[in-house]
């Protein structure tokens, strides 16, 4: 069984809709898909078959101010507004909605990775939980701690999922993968430094301390999980598509040429290992 681990990345998401949209043009599906944050965002817009779809976000409604702005952070609390990506636009009455009928009709398997608030436990949502004009699972693993207020789901909050699983292969493994995609938005020699800000954090993070605990390690299980995918690449159980140059893009930044070279890398990358897909 062959699957897919997108770790997302905010605005460095855009490579994978590059890798999603070549993909589809080469017909490829894998019997297993895993999202991290953005890339679990990114996964429904691939298995719905909805070419493109992922593209317009990161390139078109990213800049709108409705999407992240200073304004949100000030009138709602969080900067990026989930709640207008994932349902005034993704809706079924949307400017551009997810196909949910096709999402549940392709063959994959499809898990969503979220951090659960109170404890810092890793949740994985199964894609029954995703229902028409109910993106919240997806809010909720896409959800940054401290740029976004926690979601919650019947009474839980939630935070992104990488914050407890940056790249979560093992678990791939575990639901019966024997070769893993792992689609990363850094080069593969990219190695995270810990948080600068952490007493800022920790202070905004009051509230749910086992967060920030997370946060303050983050670098350290990110940097682990790199050089366990390496190690199962050269096993051959292991598939990394990554970027060689993130062309300046980082997690909130938008700059359009900057976005598309970033697109046009993941397309390129994907064609390079189809064979090995």
């Not at 109910?134 to 959800?143: E, G, H, M, Q, T």
């Not at 990363?184 to 800000?197: A, H, M, N």
């Not at 007493?199 to 940097?223: E, G, Q, T, W």
């Not at 976005?259 to 990358?269: C, M």
């Amino acid at each position: 069984m062959t699957g897919i681990v997108d770790v997302g990345g905010g605005m460095r998401a855009v490579f994978s809709a590059g890798v999603y949209d070549c993909m589809m043009d080469n017909s490829f599906m894998p019997d297993y898909c895993l999202g991290v944050s953005a890339g679990s965002a990114n996964m429904t817009s691939f298995l719905s078959g909805q070419r493109g779809r992922v593209l317009r976000f990161y390139t078109k409604y990213s800049f709108r101010k409705e999407y992240m702005s200073m304004d949100n952070f000030i009138k709602k609390g969080s900067y990026v507004n989930l709640d207008y990506i994932y349902s005034t636009l993704s809706n079924s009455d949307g400017e551009d909605p997810l196909d949910v009928e096709a999402l549940h009709k392709a063959k994959s398997d499809f898990h969503i990775v979220a951090t659960r608030a109170n404890d810092g436990k890793t949740v994985y949502f199964s894609k029954d939980t995703i229902v028409k004009d109910d993106l919240s699972v997806i809010k909720a693993s896409c959800c940054l701690p401290v740029f976004c207020k926690a979601i919650n789901i019947n009474g839980i909050d939630y935070y992104d999922g990488g914050v407890s699983d940056p790249i979560p292969f093992e678990r791939a493994f575990q639901d019966g993968c024997d070769k893993v995609i792992v689609i990363l938005t850094r080069p593969v020699d990219y190695r995270k430094t810990q948080e600068r800000f952490l007493p800022f954090i920790k202070a905004v993070m009051r509230k749910h301390p086992s967060i920030y605990d997370l946060i303050s390690i983050r670098h350290d299980l990110y940097n682990k999980a790199v050089e366990k995918a390496i190690e199962y690449e050269k096993q051959g159980k292991v598939v990394i598509i990554a970027p060689e140059n993130c062309h300046g893009v980082d997690t909130l930044k938008k700059e359009p040429e900057a976005l598309e070279k970033l697109y046009q890398e993941g397309y390129k990358q994907t064609q390079k290992c189809l064979e090995r897909l």
